[in-house]
């Protein structure tokens, strides 16, 4: 059989063919133009990755030949898909067999009224239409994977009344068999690693976070990730703590923001910017830091940052609630709590005390993610091609 992973946002389904290929399962990626470059499959690792990047956006959706998205779909007996692709599997009168929410796809995308432009009558026509089969794409779904997530997803989700079977499992978003002695196998490839190095030589303790700045001009709250709550709770660690630094990415709306507040609270010494970069280059980086830092606003169990921390072997601090996630895992990956300012900085002050128990904390997680994601996820899909 033939099977099509279609979109890869967040990086999300090349970690999923690379999995299914090494069990002998012909799959062809595709690519979405809608996603940035660095999340094309290049951008994941140092490796080529074979996949095929598509046309299909919101401008083409009505003039796009329902002939040629058939031709295009009939060689795949199943087809997994993300972001825009449910619109365009359901105008070419197939059922995508397993849809994976990246987020946007789900709690936007599907709704008119959030993705219309306004004043513009021709482009608002083609973003009905295309909200309209999009919404239609979800709910027809054979299968959605999604774990539990928090009331702000579960409510998106459930308004679309989808008819397919949900899994409450999330889809590995990171190939972990790669991160095996991965500085030494791809130091010399990497384009950032002399730049971590030096910040690591210069700091005893160092904090990492990725995620976009996205905490003062957004749209609503539902986007924010509270990196000012963090940015608010290492200023107290490092007056304290000579030798901390903290790394961020000049990634999100609110990066000027975020470097006025770090001047304003005079740690812009103790801050390092790095440049937006690939997967494969952070990954690079996430091998210097003793904590990685995930979303302060809302909680969420699985998300980019979360997977790539926990098969990093590394210390993960974000907002979790464990009451909507207890009854779907016998055990949560370890990690430091944290939805304040006061609580970031409590985890950071402990992690700092504590930097002995950090690489053991790290390898809990390594173990997690292997047993409850890998091991534990990737059979129940393939029990899908035959079902």
């Not at 399962?25 to 940035?36: H, K, R, S």
């Not at 098969?311 to 907002?319: E, I, P, R």
Request: charged fraction near 25%.
């Amino acid at each position: 059989m033939r099977i099509a992973c279609i979109g890869n946002m967040n990086n999300a389904l090349s970690p999923l063919k690379r999995y299914l290929s090494d069990l002998g399962y012909n799959v062809d990626l595709f690519v979405l133009p809608q996603e940035p470059d660095h999340f094309k499959p290049g951008a994941d690792s140092f490796e080529p990755v074979d996949y095929t990047l598509l046309d299909w956006h919101y401008e083409n959706f009505l003039t796009y030949s329902k002939q040629k998205l058939q031709q295009l779909l009939a060689p795949y007996s199943f087809i997994i898909c993300q972001g825009i692709a449910p619109a365009y599997i359901h105008k070419a009168g197939r059922k995508a067999d397993l849809f994976i929410p990246y987020g946007g796809d789900m709690y936007r995308l599907p709704h008119f009224k959030k993705i219309r432009v306004k004043g513009n009558i021709k482009k608002n026509i083609k973003r009905f239409f295309i909200a309209r089969a999009q919404k239609n794409g979800i709910r027809k779904a054979h299968h959605i994977l999604m774990e539990e997530s928090n009331p702000f997803f579960e409510d998106y989700l459930n308004a679309l009344h989808p008819q397919g079977e949900r899994i409450k499992l999330a889809s590995p978003q990171i190939y972990i068999e790669q991160y095996t002695n991965y500085i030494s196998k791809y130091a010399a490839k990497s384009v950032y690693f002399d730049a971590f190095s030096q910040i690591s030589n210069k700091h005893a303790f160092i904090v990492f976070q990725h995620a976009r700045q996205m905490w003062k001009d957004i749209p609503d709250h539902s986007y924010s990730k509270g990196n000012d709550l963090l940015i608010k709770a290492f200023a107290r660690l490092v007056k304290q703590h000579a030798g901390a630094a903290l790394i961020l990415f000049e990634y999100g709306n609110d990066v000027n923001n975020s470097k006025e507040l770090i001047a304003s609270l005079g740690i812009t010494d103790a801050v390092y910017w790095m440049p937006l970069m690939p997967r494969k280059e952070i990954m690079m980086g996430m091998g210097i830091a003793d904590v990685v830092v995930g979303e302060l606003t809302h909680s969420y169990f699985s998300y980019g940052v979360v997977h790539e921390t926990l098969a990093a072997g590394k210390v993960l601090m974000h907002k979790r609630t464990d009451e909507l996630y207890k009854d779907y895992y016998t055990e949560l990956y370890p990690m430091l709590h944290a939805d304040s300012e006061e609580t970031a900085y409590e985890k950071l002050e402990w992690a700092f005390q504590h930097r002995n128990e950090l690489n053991e904390m790290g390898i809990r997680g390594k173990n997690w993610i292997r047993k409850n994601v890998v091991e534990s996820v990737i059979p129940k899909i393939t029990a899908l091609f035959t079902a």
